[in-house]
C-alpha cells in the first residue's frame, strides 16, 4: 500500500517536471486538514478535470464545506492531472492523492464526483484507472470506496451508470449527510455492498442504477425500467432545498491562477423563464432566494477570509433577483471603499440589466455580454426567448453609451425549423449593432460573436427534436465566417464534431457507457480540450461496439417514445414538456412562469 509519506517523497523531484507544480501540492489558505486517524468516514471530491478549472465550481466548494463542518466526517480534493504529471505519475507507479494529506483515493471511504458536463465522462474512468479502483461498479466490493456523483448530467444518468454507484439527483446539500449518515450505519452492522446499495436507494434523490434493468424494443427504443429490488423507488425524484443553506466564507485561496479567481455568491437558484431549450432552467426549478442580508454578510466574512477583489453574483438570471436594486444599493453603500470588483453574470436583454451594471460601477474591460440566443424575431418565439430586435437595439445602444466598447453575444445555430436565412440574419444583426457602436464611441466599439451549436438536451422540451447534420452545420458556420470577417466583429465556434460528442453523452441510453469505455481504452481523455479531443477515436468506439450513433442525434423522437432518462423525475411534467414543444412548433412563446 503507498503512503503519503511514499507520494510526498516521490513529488519532490516529479514536481520540478510538470508545468504548474501548485495544481499538485495542495496546502492553500483555508483548506481543512484533519487527523486521518480520527475520522469514521473519509471523502474525496473530486472535479475530473484540472485544478485550474475545477476550484471555480461552486458545488465541490459547498460539499467541502459542509462535509467538513462534521466531526465525524472529513473532505479532501482531487482534479485530473494535466498529461505531463499523469505520465509521471504512471511511470512512477504512483496513484492519484488528495491534496489535503496527500493520500490515495483508493483509501477514502467515498469518492465524489461532480459532473456539470458530460465532456468529463472520460477524465472520471481515467481518474478511477489512476487511483487504482476499477472502473466498473459491478467489480467493486465493499473493500472499495463507494463511488457517487452528482451535478446536471445526472439527470440523464444512464451513459454512466456501467461506472457509478450511486447518483445524486438532483441538490447536494441535504442529501450528502443522509448518505454519509446511512453509509455509517451500514459500516456498523454489514460488509455486504448490496445491502449499503439498497440502503443508498431508499434516500430521496439518490439513484443506484443496479437495482433497475432498462427492457427495449426489437428497435432498440426503450419500452420500460424494470426494478431488481421492490423497495427501490420509481421514478426517482430530484432533491431540492426547500431554503438556501449559508454559503461558505472560508473559501479556498488557489496557489495558482484560475478560471474563476473570485469569491462565488449565489443570490439565487432556479429560472422561470422558461427557454425551450435551456436544461438548466427547467430541472433547477423552483425558484429560492437568499436576502440582502445575508448575500452581504456572507461578502463581509468572505473578503475578510480570503482577500479576494473580486465577487460574482451568480444565478441564472441575475437580474431576475426580486431585490437586485436594493442589493446594488446595499453593496454600493457597504462596500464602497474597498474598490471590488462586482460581476453579474447572467443578464436579461433589456436597459435595466445595463443600469444595473453601471449602478456597479464595474469593471468595463471586460465587455457586456448578453444572449438573444437567435438573430430573428421568429426564432426567438420558437425557443421561447420573446425579446423584440428593437428592444435588443435599444439595449445595446444603452451599452455603448455607458461606457463599454465591446458587446458579447451569444448565439446558437441548428435550432429547430431554423432556415439559412436566419442564419444569416445573425451577421445582419451584429453588424447593425457594430454600427450603432461606432454611432455613439467610435472605432473602439468591437461585436463579439460567440455561435454554439444547439443540441436537444433531456427534461427540456425540444427533448424530442433531431440535431441537426454536421453537413449543415459546417455549412452555417461558413457563411458566419465569410460574413462576421471584417474589422470590430470577431466570432468564436465550436467545432461539429464536438457537438454531436456532447449530443451522444447527454441523449443516450445504457448502451453508451460500452462506447465511453471504448473510447477510454483508444485513449479518449480532455474532451472538452480542443486540442486532445479526437472525434476519430469515437467513431472507432461506435464502430467497436456495433451502435449506431446517429440513432440518439439524428432521428425526431416521436411524442410517445419512453426517453432514457424518464424514470428520473426533475418535478416538471412531462405533459407540460409536450405542450410547449406544441407551442414552438406554432411559434407561440410563454411568459415567465411567476407571472401565470
Known amino acids: ?114 459532473l456539470p458536463y458530460e465532456t468529463l465522462y472520460t477524465n472520471t474512468l481515467n481518474i478511477l484507472d489512476l487511483s487504482g479502483i476499477p472502473q466498473f461498479s459491478d467489480q467493486r466490493n465493499a473493500s472499495h470506496p463507494l463511488v457517487i456523483a452528482g451535478g446536471n448530467t445526472t439527470f440523464n ?36 455492498k448490496t445491502r449499503l446499495l439498497s440502503l443508498l436507494s431508499q434516500i430521496k434523490g439518490v439513484y443506484v442504477p443496479s437495482l433497475y434493468q432498462p427492457v427495449y424494443y426489437p428497435d432498440q427504443t426503450l419500452s420500460h425500467i424494470e426494478k431488481l429490488d421492490e423497495q427501490a423507488p420509481l421514478p426517482i425524484i430530484k432533491r431540492i432545498v426547500p431554503k438556501l443553506p449559508p454559503l461558505p466564507t472560508q473559501w479556498i485561496v488557489p496557489m495558482i491562477d484560475i478560471v474563476h479567481n473570485r469569491i462565488p455568491i449565489e443570490i439565487m437558484r432556479g429560472c422561470t423563464r422558461g427557454c425551450r431549450f435551456c436544461h438548466a432552467g427547467m430541472v433547477n426549478r423552483p425558484i ?76 468595463r474591460r471586460g465587455g457586456f455580454t448578453l444572449a438573444p440566443e437567435a438573430a430573428t424575431e421568429k426564432m426567438r418565439q420558437i425557443i421561447n426567448k420573446p425579446v423584440s430586435k428593437d428592444q435588443l437595439l435599444e439595449t445595446c445602444k444603452a451599452v455603448f453609451s455607458r461606457g463599454w466598447p465591446t458587446i458579447k453575444l451569444y448565439f446558437m445555430i441548428g435550432h429547430p425549423s431554423e432556415s439559412i436565412q436566419d442564419v444569416q440574419e445573425i451577421v445582419t444583426l451584429c453588424r447593425e449593432i457594430l454600427a450603432i457602436g461606432r454611432s455613439v464611441i467610435g472605432k473602439r466599439a468591437q461585436v463579439n460573436a460567440g455561435v454554439s451549436t444547439f443540441i436537444p438536451k433531456p427534461h427540456t422540451p425540444f427533448q424530442w427534436v433531431a440535431c441537426d447534420t454536421t453537413q449543415n452545420i459546417f455549412a452555417k458556420q461558413e457563411l458566419l465566417k465569410a460574413g462576421l470577417r471584417s474589422p470590430g466583429l470577431k466570432l468564436t465556434w465550436n467545432s461539429p464534431e464536438e457537438t454531436m460528442l456532447e449530443a451522444w453523452l447527454s441523449r443516450g441510453d445504457r448502451r453508451m457507457s460500452e462506447v465511453i469505455y471504448a473510447a477510454w481504452k483508444r485513449g479518449a481523455k480532455f474532451d472538452a480540450w480542443g486540442e486532445y479531443f479526437h472525434p476519430e477515436i469515437w467513431q472507432e468506439a461506435f464502430i467497436e461496439t456495433g451502435i449506431d450513433p446517429s440513432f440518439y442525434t439524428h432521428r425526431e423522437r416521436p411524442i410517445d417514445e419512453i426517453f432514457p432518462w424518464d424514470h428520473i423525475s426533475t418535478g416538471i411534467r412531462k405533459k407540460y414538456l409536450i405542450r410547449e414543444y406544441l407551442h414552438s412548433k406554432q411559434g407561440i412563446p410563454r411568459g415567465d412562469c411567476r407571472d401565470k
Do not use: C
Not at 451508470?161 to 452492522?189: L, N, P, R, S, T
Not at 441575475?318 to 454600493?332: K, V
Open 157 to 192: 444518468p444512464e451513459p454512466m451508470h456501467a461506472f457509478i454507484d450511486a447518483f445524486v439527483i438532483g441538490e447536494g446539500e441535504e442529501v450528502i449527510h443522509e448518505i454519509i449518515d446511512q453509509y455509517q450505519f451500514w459500516k456498523k452492522h454489514s460488509n455486504e
Open 1 to 114: 500500500m503507498v503512503t503519503p509519506e511514499a507520494i510526498k517523497s516521490k513529488l519532490q523531484t516529479i514536481l520540478l517536471r510538470v508545468q504548474k507544480p501548485g495544481r499538485y501540492v495542495g496546502g492553500e489558505l483555508n483548506q481543512v486538514v484533519k487527523d486521518w486517524s480520527m475520522i469514521s468516514t473519509k471523502i474525496a471530491l473530486i472535479f475530473p478535470d484540472i485544478y485550474d478549472i475545477g476550484m471555480s465550481n461552486l458545488g465541490i466548494a459547498i460539499l467541502y464545506d459542509l462535509i467538513n463542518q462534521r466531526p465525524d466526517a472529513l473532505a479532501e480534493r482531487a482534479f485530473a492531472p494535466w498529461v505531463d504529471m499523469e505520465a509521471l505519475l504512471r511511470q512512477e507507479n504512483l496513484p492519484l492523492y488528495s491534496l489535503e494529506t496527500m493520500h490515495p483515493l483508493s483509501q477514502f471511504d467515498m469518492i465524489g464526483f461532480s
Open 288 to 363: 429560492r432566494q437568499r436576502s440582502v442580508e445575508e448575500i452581504i454578510q456572507t461578502i463581509e466574512l468572505s473578503l475578510k477570509n480570503t482577500g479576494y477583489e473580486e465577487i460574482g453574483l451568480l444565478s441564472l438570471s441575475s437580474s431576475d433577483y426580486a431585490h437586485i436594486i436594493e442589493l446594488i444599493d446595499a453593496l454600493n453603500h457597504r462596500f464602497a471603499n474597498k474598490h471590488l470588483n462586482i460581476s453579474l453574470p447572467s443578464l436579461r436583454i433589456d436597459t435595466f440589466s445595463v443600469d444595473l451594471m453601471n449602478s456597479l460601477k464595474t469593471n
